[in-house]
């Protein structure tokens, strides 16, 4: 499975960005997807995940109301959309996937690589 991530950007505090992260490979798009977070010192973050046919969806309450995790199956595309972003919010955005949900918040086996979300004040 290859994950590919992209949308990241500089943004100014308020603002809206939407990532997206395109699979490819075989049976990805039977997999659960999740993003992540991480900013330089300080260990990856756990954002947002949701399941395969897009039924369940879980946040970390740091973005829950804020950000929206959705997939489209036909394109094979997990998205990210992000309101009223924040400064803290900057960091390097992964996207992951694994065959199974219960563990896709901790420690999915497949990595894209980041994408950078700079926030200002």
């Known amino acids: 499975v290859q994950l590919q991530a992209s949308g990241g950007g500089l943004v100014q505090a308020g603002d809206s960005l939407r990532l997206s992260c395109a699979g490819s490979?075989?049976?990805?798009?039977?997999?659960?997807m999740a993003w992540f977070r991480q900013d330089p010192g300080k260990e990856r973050e756990f954002i947002a995940a949701?399941?395969?046919?897009?039924?369940?969806?879980k946040y970390a309450d740091s973005v829950k109301g804020r950000f929206t995790i959705s997939r489209d199956s036909a394109k094979n595309t997990v998205y990210l959309q992000m309101d009223s972003l924040k400064p803290e919010d900057t960091a390097v955005y992964y996207c992951?996937?694994?065959?199974?949900?219960?563990?896709?918040?901790?420690?999915?086996?497949?990595w894209g690589q980041g994408t950078q979300v700079t926030v200002s004040s």
């Open positions: 992951a996937a694994d065959a199974n949900f219960m563990v896709i918040t901790t420690r999915p086996v497949y």
């Open positions: 949701i399941s395969w046919n897009g039924v369940i969806t």
């Open positions: 490979g075989r049976g990805s798009s039977m997999y659960s």
